[in-house]
C-alpha cells in the first residue's frame, strides 16, 4: 500500500532528473561540436538546441526535421534575395522586411513553432545586414545558418536517442503542439503581442540599416530572440525578471570564461558546460516560478562563451566583457521598449 503511494512520486522524480540529464548532455554535445568545428554563427546552435531541450516536449519526427530545415533554407534564400534587389532601395526594403517581421511574430502567437520562428528572424535579420559589408559573407553566414539549423536537429535527435522518455509519456502530444502549452489566446491579443514584437524590433533594425552597425550584430538578434517572449516584458516590473535572469546568465560566464583563462582546455570547457547544464537544468525543471529565468541565464552563458571561444577567436577577454555589455543593452532596450509601448497600448479600463 505504501509502495504504491510513492510510486508516482518517484516515476514523477525519475522523469525530471532524466529531463535534466538530458538537458546537460545535449548543450554540451552542442557546445563540443560548435567549437571544434567552428562555422559561421556557429555558437547559436547550443542556445537554440536549448529550445527543444528546455521543454517537456518529444523529440521532432523525421518529417518535422525535413520540413524545418527546407523552411530555414527558404528562409536564408529570401535572405540573400532581399540583400541582392531590395538593399539599396530603404523606402522599399525596410517596410517589406517589418511587414514580414510582424507575419513572423503573429505565426508564432498563432503557435508556429518557436524555434523555426527563431531561425527565420535571424536569417532576414542578419543575412541583408552583413551583405551590405560583404556579400560572400552574407553568403557564408547563409550557409552557416542552415548548417546550423542541421546540426541543432542532429544533437537534439541524438540526445533524445540517448535518453529517450519512458514509453506513454508523450501520448497524444507532438512536438509542434507542446506539453503543458498555454491556452490559444483570441485574435486580438495576438495581433496586440505581434505588433508589439514588431515595434519593439523595427526601430533598432532601422538604426542598424542606416548606420551599419554590423559589428554589433549580436545586439540584434538577441533583441529580436527576447522579443519573441513579450510576456516576460510587457511592463517594468515583469521585465525585471528578464534583467535578473541575464545578469545571472553574464555573471556565471564571466566566471566560465575566467576558469578557461587559468586552464585553456577545450575538455574544460566541455566539463564547464556539463556541469553548468545540470545545475541550470535542475532548476528550469524545477516547476517554480523562477524557472524560466534559469533557462534565459544558461542561454546567456552559452551565447557569450560560445561566441567569444571559438577555434578562430582573438582577443577573447576584452570580447566576453563586451558581448555581457553588449547582451545587457539588449534586455534593458527590450524590457523598456515593452514597458513604455505597454503604457501607450493598455486598454483604458486595464
Not at 559561421?40 to 517537456?56: E, K
Not at 527565420?120 to 548548417?147: D, K, R
Request: charged share 10%; with cysteine; net charge positive.
Amino acid at each position: 500500500m505504501s509502495s504504491s503511494a510513492v510510486t508516482p512520486g518517484i516515476a514523477t522524480t525519475s522523469l525530471v532528473s532524466l529531463r535534466v540529464f538530458r538537458y546537460a548532455v545535449g548543450s554540451t554535445l552542442a557546445m563540443a561540436i560548435a567549437m571544434g568545428v567552428d562555422w559561421q554563427l556557429s555558437f547559436l546552435a547550443p542556445v537554440l538546441a536549448l529550445s527543444f531541450l528546455g521543454t517537456p516536449t518529444p523529440r521532432p519526427t523525421v518529417r518535422e526535421g525535413v520540413a524545418f530545415l527546407a523552411t530555414i533554407g527558404l528562409a536564408c534564400f529570401a535572405g540573400l534575395l532581399l540583400a541582392r534587389y531590395l538593399l539599396p532601395y530603404p523606402l522599399v526594403f525596410l517596410p517589406f522586411v517589418g511587414l514580414v517581421l510582424f507575419r513572423l511574430f503573429h505565426a508564432k502567437e498563432s503557435g508556429a513553432p518557436a524555434l523555426l520562428v527563431t531561425w527565420m528572424i535571424i536569417a532576414l535579420l542578419a543575412i541583408p545586414l552583413l551583405a551590405m559589408t560583404s556579400a560572400a559573407l552574407a553568403n557564408l553566414v547563409a550557409l552557416g545558418i542552415v548548417f546550423g539549423a542541421a546540426v541543432t536537429l542532429g544533437i537534439v535527435w541524438l540526445t533524445y536517442g540517448l535518453l529517450p522518455d519512458p514509453p506513454g509519456t508523450h501520448d497524444g502530444v507532438t512536438a509542434s503542439a507542446p506539453t503543458g502549452a498555454p491556452p490559444p489566446t483570441s485574435a486580438a491579443e495576438r495581433l496586440r503581442s505581434a505588433t508589439l514584437s514588431t515595434a519593439v524590433v523595427c526601430p533598432l533594425f532601422v538604426a542598424f540599416y542606416l548606420f551599419q552597425w554590423t559589428g554589433a550584430l549580436l545586439i540584434l538578434i538577441f533583441v529580436a530572440l527576447l522579443s519573441m517572449q513579450p510576456a516576460f516584458a510587457k511592463n517594468f516590473k515583469v521585465g525585471g525578471a528578464m534583467v535578473i535572469g541575464n545578469v545571472i546568465g553574464g555573471a556565471a560566464a564571466i566566471v566560465f570564461y575566467e576558469l578557461l583563462v587559468v586552464s585553456p582546455l577545450y575538455e574544460l570547457l566541455i566539463l564547464l558546460t556539463l556541469l553548468g547544464g545540470l545545475f541550470f537544468g535542475a532548476r528550469v525543471f524545477s516547476g517554480e516560478k523562477t524557472a524560466p529565468l534559469y533557462g534565459m541565464a544558461f542561454s546567456t552563458v552559452l551565447l557569450i562563451i560560445g561566441s567569444t571561444t571559438t577555434s578562430t577567436s582573438s582577443g577573447a577577454e576584452g570580447k566576453v566583457y563586451m558581448r555581457v555589455l553588449q547582451i545587457m543593452v539588449a534586455v534593458v532596450y527590450v524590457v523598456t521598449a515593452f514597458g513604455v509601448l505597454d503604457r501607450f497600448v493598455r486598454p483604458k479600463d486595464a
